[in-house]
């Protein structure tokens, strides 16, 4: 790691000021090219004359706010923060799933399914505009904002893994050094002062506490890699009957109405999920038995809320009696048990949608930690005896560790995000989780099969 002189720092209210122009701009190109799009339509091939000059601003506002609205779950305006073809992907995907909304909103209006060339073209505009903007714009984020030189705090646990996991965003900052808490305040204080900002691992509180309180003091940016115990005070709720601030973790999981409204939503969308679905789900099941003539379906013991087991059913990905030398373990990266027609539906999650009938039952909910194998709960409880606290609540088909993690994430690193979504949990954030699970689908490093390390 090299050592940087210190550097001065744009402006923060200057960085907050190019970010709103940048998400400025593309809603504005986004919404013109529909507007061009929608007039067209409407004079010369739907001719809706009830359609005055409000009706189309409204139309066009309509698209403005669902571009918006969806462009924030995706983190699509996230120029600098995701590298350019993570935007693009994002920004896509949104536009994508808008378009199609208007075309429906457009069909439903002229009361008749119109031609679809119109917003085909338009989709093909907004994606060069897309490509177009979100390079530019990085390229100029890149030159405006340099990464930032950072200084990172450590004690006993090793960093590798995160220093590698920084270095890959080169373009954010670079960590020039590593410093031992144990080399001391005073020393760590002296470095402290020749960086842009710091990265604090998992140290001794007292010493975490000061070294906050000293960049606080001096304007640094701080990094803070969250402790469990951090996750849960996060989570508190603010009480105030008297003068001194409180916290109330209340550590009970869901409230009463909140699993009420989660159990309907979990009914309503698993039922949908299951009329969209049929016939590709029927696709799969006779491609599953005529490649090798075996069972459709794969059933397993796996852990959901309070530790209850369940049987949990899946379409089959794997050989016949595939575990019944070696015992039911995760997959890994190139594995052999996989099948043919396993490494296809795995790869698009298509093993996953039998599950709907586990969230019907009540075993399961559309969002929550994954459900694991009664052998990986046993294993990692024994190695993080905080894993039992994701048994809060249902196990979930998607989750906030499989959206915002890696197939490959540490049980630690899952432990955590899963910890946040139960301390932190609102029908807005399933919602949005779903939502992301859409963006997540065809990315390849959130399909990625364990390693041997990573076990």
């Not at 998400?23 to 013109?32: D, K, P, R």
């Not at 698209?63 to 992907?89: E, H, M, N, P, T």
């Not at 595939?322 to 997959?331: E, K, N, R, V």
Request: net charge positive; glycine share 4%; aromatic share 12%.
């Amino acid at each position: 790691m090299e050592n940087k002189p210190k550097r001065k720092r744009n402006n923060d209210e200057f960085n907050k000021l190019s970010k709103f122009a940048v998400t400025l701009s593309i809603l504005a190109l986004l919404t013109l090219a529909f507007a061009k799009t929608w007039l067209w339509i409407n004079d010369n091939l739907v001719q809706i004359w009830a359609f005055d000059v409000r009706g189309n601003y409204l139309i066009i506002a309509l698209y403005f706010v669902l571009q918006y609205l969806l462009s924030r779950v995706y983190g699509a305006f996230k120029v600098g923060f995701y590298k350019v073809w993570d935007i693009v992907y994002s920004q896509a995907l949104t536009t994508l799933m808008v378009d199609i909304i208007m075309y429906i909103v457009t069909s439903l209006v002229a009361r008749f399914l119109i031609p679809f060339h119109p917003y085909g073209i338009l989709l093909l505009v907004q994606l060069a505009i897309i490509l177009v903007w979100a390079m530019v714009c990085t390229f100029l984020n890149n030159k405006l904002f340099p990464p930032r030189d950072m200084v990172l705090i450590y004690s006993n646990h090793s960093v590798t893994n995160l220093v590698q996991k920084m270095a890959y965003r080169d373009d954010q900052f670079r960590v020039c050094e590593a410093v031992k808490a144990e080399e001391g305040l005073e020393y760590i204080y002296d470095r402290i002062l020749n960086y842009d900002g710091v990265i604090i691992c998992e140290i001794q509180g007292p010493d975490r506490n000061d070294i906050l309180k000293f960049c606080y003091d001096n304007d640094k940016r701080v990094y803070v890699i969250p402790k469990i115990s951090d996750i849960m005070i996060r989570g508190g709720e603010n009480v105030h009957m008297f003068d001194t601030p409180l916290l109330l973790c209340r550590n009970s999981g869901l409230t009463f109405e909140e699993r009420f409204f989660k159990r309907i939503m979990d009914i309503v969308l698993s039922l949908l999920g299951l009329i969209v679905m049929a016939i590709p789900m029927a696709i799969t099941a006779l491609a599953i038995k005529l490649d090798d003539g075996g069972p459709v379906f794969f059933r397993q013991d796996r852990v959901t809320k309070d530790g209850k087991i369940f049987k949990i059913i899946k379409f089959r990905s794997m050989k016949v009696d595939a575990d019944a030398d070696t015992g039911a373990h995760s997959a890994t990266k190139d594995d052999d048990r996989i099948t043919r027609v396993g490494k296809v539906i795995r790869a698009i999650r298509m093993d996953e949608w039998p599950q709907l009938f586990n969230i019907l039952k009540g075993d399961m909910s559309i969002v929550g930690p994954r459900c694991e194998m009664v052998e990986n709960v046993e294993k990692y409880t024994k190695e993080i005896p905080e894993f039992k606290y994701r048994h809060k609540v249902k196990a979930g088909l998607t989750g906030y560790a499989q959206v915002y993690g890696k197939y490959n994430t540490t049980a630690y690193d899952k432990l955590k995000l899963d910890l946040y979504y139960i301390e932190n949990y609102s029908l807005r954030t399933d919602l949005r989780i779903i939502l992301m699970t859409i963006k997540i689908l065809f990315m390849r490093e959130s399909t990625e099969e364990f390693t041997e390390e990573k076990k």
